[in-house]
Every structure is written in C-alpha cells, then in structure tokens.
C-alpha cells in the first residue's frame, strides 16, 4: 500500500531532507584523488551525528555503512572500504538519514579528477534524466510515467537505463511502496495522488543494462563491468505539482 503523507509530515521531511543535503554538499567537497571512501563514510556519520539525525542506512538488510560509494561499474549500495579514489573514476554517494521519525534518500555521481568526454556526458545525461522524472511527478500522471520519460531520454542519448533495480517510496521507512521502474509504458501504473513521497532515482548504464552482484553480497555492478551514474532525490507530490525535499 502507498502512504499519504500530511502536510506536517511532509514539512518534517522537507527538513530533513536539507539536513541530508547539506551533507552530501559537503562529502562532495571532499571527494578526491589519494582518499579512501572509508574516510568519506566517517564524514558522513559525524555529519548525521553533527546534525542530530540518524543513519536510515546502516543496518537496513544487514547494511554496515551510513554511505553507500558506488565506483565506476558499480551502480549501487557499494560498501566504503580501504580503495583509494584515483584520477578518471566516478563515484556515486548515496546517503538517507531518518530525522524526527521520517527518512529522506539522495545520491550524486561525481568525477574524481579528470574524466573522459563520454563518461562526463553519461553523468550529465542521469542528472538531466532526474530532472526530467521530478517534472512528471504529479497528481493526476502515473507511475509509469516517471520511468517512460526517463527511459526515452536516456536511450535517446545512446545509453541505457538499469531495469533491475528501482527508486521507491520513502517515508516512515528508508524504502516502501511503490516500487518506480526508470523504464515503462505511459500511462500504465498507480495514479499518482498528492500526499505521496518518492525516491526517484534513474541509473544509467553506459554500455548492457543487465547487472551482477559484488562477491560481498552488497554492490550491484553492470555485467559488462561498464561505467554507470546514479542521481536521486526524494521527492512530494503537492497539489502545485512535485516539490523536492533533499535539496538546501
């Protein structure tokens, strides 16, 4: 079942969600070659503990990490550990905090050093992707609707989208109803009702869309070991259309 949130709710969440995007804010700044992204996890957790919220993270399905960094052919829920970023990777921080009894999730995707021409426009082509998703986030559209538009800007620039793994509801928990395709059918879904809060967050393959799992049972990877990027913001649906809360 998909919850409805209150407007009180959701003014929780909204404050919340700058808490988390002040912190990403500030791990961006810290992201570069020679750091370990065990270091950048320690950031992360005494930024939440700075800022009085909690890890929605660490301990959801065994997960022992408040930041998930995801490098290069990893697309998600990369465990920090002892690499060392160098120059030309990419990395995605993906960060949710509970805070006052409600969670909000974000992820970015950012270069470490220099990056190749390709691989910067699979960054920018995901970032515009969820600028294009939040924009058909609204009463009255579906939930397919979401996926269809990110779908068909994504392919259209010559890359695909990872159909085996999902945004999602967000709320009083980290994940929950519904599940959000980044591909689909127009019009097919839910209908999309004021009141709801959603994960969106497209993942885009440069090369097979197919994925794989890590040998530590965390990661989830392309299958051809091509690079991928990761946005996502969680986002309401108001009666004035889609308002993103993990933004400052």
């Given at each position: 079942?998909?919850?409805?949130?209150?407007?009180?709710?959701?003014?929780?969440?909204?404050?919340?969600?700058?808490?988390?995007?002040?912190?990403?804010?500030?791990?961006?700044?810290?992201?570069?070659?020679?750091?370990?992204?065990?270091?950048?996890?320690?950031?992360?957790?005494?930024?939440?503990?700075?800022?009085?919220?909690?890890?929605?993270?660490?301990?959801?399905?065994?997960?022992?990490?408040?930041?998930?960094?995801?490098?290069?052919?990893?697309?998600?829920?990369?465990?920090?550990?002892?690499?060392?970023?160098?120059?030309?990777?990419?990395l995605?921080?993906?960060?949710?905090?509970?805070?006052?009894?409600?969670?909000?999730?974000?992820?970015?995707?950012?270069?470490?050093?220099?990056?190749?021409?390709?691989?910067?426009?699979?960054?920018?082509?995901?970032?515009?992707?969820?600028?294009i998703?939040?924009?058909?986030?609204?009463?009255?559209?579906?939930?397919?609707?979401?996926?269809?538009?990110?779908?068909?800007?994504?392919?259209?620039?010559?890359f695909?989208?990872?159909?085996?793994?999902?945004?999602?509801?967000?709320?009083?928990?980290?994940?929950?109803?519904?599940?959000?395709?980044?591909?689909?059918?127009?019009?097919?879904?839910?209908?999309?009702?004021?009141?709801?809060v959603?994960?969106?967050e497209?993942m885009?393959?440069?090369?097979?869309?197919?994925?794989?799992?890590?040998?530590?049972g965390?990661?989830?990877?392309?299958?051809?070991?091509?690079?991928?990027?990761?946005?996502?913001?969680?986002?309401?649906?108001?009666?004035?259309?889609?308002?993103?809360?993990?933004k400052?």
């Amino acid at each position: 079942m998909v919850s409805i949130y209150t407007e009180k709710e959701i003014k929780i969440m909204r404050d919340g969600g700058k808490i988390l995007a002040k912190i990403l804010k500030l791990l961006t700044k810290k992201v570069k070659p020679g750091i370990t992204t065990a270091y950048l996890n320690k950031v992360a957790q005494d930024l939440i503990l700075k800022y009085k919220a909690q890890s929605s993270f660490k301990g959801f399905n065994n997960y022992p990490a408040a930041l998930c960094t995801s490098m290069n052919e990893e697309i998600v829920h990369a465990v920090p550990g002892e690499r060392i970023l160098k120059n030309g990777d990419i990395l995605t921080l993906d960060l949710g905090i509970k805070y006052k009894g409600f969670c909000t999730d974000a992820a970015v995707t950012l270069p470490v050093g220099k990056i190749d021409k390709k691989t910067k426009k699979l960054i920018n082509i995901t970032k515009k992707s969820l600028e294009i998703a939040i924009k058909h986030a609204k009463p009255g559209n579906h939930l397919e609707d979401i996926g269809w538009a990110i779908q068909g800007f994504v392919e259209k620039q010559g890359f695909n989208v990872i159909r085996e793994l999902v945004g999602h509801g967000v709320g009083k928990e980290v994940h929950e109803d519904p599940q959000i395709l980044n591909y689909g059918e127009k019009g097919q879904g839910i209908e999309l009702k004021q009141g709801m809060v959603l994960a969106l967050e497209p993942m885009v393959s440069m090369g097979d869309w197919r994925i794989k799992k890590s040998s530590d049972g965390f990661a989830y990877k392309t299958i051809d070991n091509s690079p991928s990027a990761h946005f996502e913001h969680t986002v309401a649906i108001t009666k004035k259309g889609p308002k993103i809360l993990t933004k400052t």
